[in-house]
């Protein structure tokens, strides 16, 4: 069994770097996530015990007092760092410019959705996973789609 420090790469392309103890990570390891984003965490028989998430763009999570995308301010952190565009030019996603999406798609934050075959793929169109009712009905209800906008912004019933 893996013992020691090493790193593992899961099938996913997430990788963990950090100590092991009886084929489990244990001790001081961090997760890198294939988007960029990284877990840093303090591991015990496999399990996180504390730990500080990453985003791709630097934002780090806490998880009290957590300001970001609370419906008081709707920046994109890219916003908060550099500050508002000037008026006129919107920004619609943290990426800027962003993601080309292909016709008929959607920007789901994690790869591209294509609501007629219901996969979605990673923006390397990579398979990621097929959607289920709720992520389909989440993705085409809230999500930037191809041709510049947002879609059609309905309450939930």
């Known amino acids: 069994r893996m013992e020691g420090h090493g790193f593992y790469k899961l099938p996913t392309g997430t990788e963990y770097r950090g100590a092991l103890w009886d084929g489990m990570f244990h001790g001081e390891g961090e997760l890198f996530f294939p988007n960029g984003s990284r877990y840093r965490a303090l591991w015990h028989r ?15 999570y806490e998880e009290k007092n957590w300001h970001y995308c609370d419906g008081y301010d709707r920046r994109f952190y890219t916003e908060i ?3 508002f565009k000037p008026p006129g030019i919107p920004q619609f996603t943290n990426l800027d410019p962003p993601k080309t999406i292909p ?30 009712d709720d992520e389909h009905e989440w993705i085409t209800r809230t999500c930037r789609k191809a041709g510049g906008g947002r879609a059609e912004h309905k309450p939930k019933p």
């Open 46 to 60: 496999g399990i996180p015990t504390q730990g500080k998430f990453v985003f791709a763009d630097g934002l780090e």
């Open 81 to 83: 760092c550099s500050g």
């Open 103 to 132: 016709e008929g798609c959607y920007d789901c934050g994690d790869g591209f959705y294509n609501p007629e075959t219901r996969v979605i793929v990673d923006y390397k169109f990579r398979f990621l996973r097929n959607a289920d």
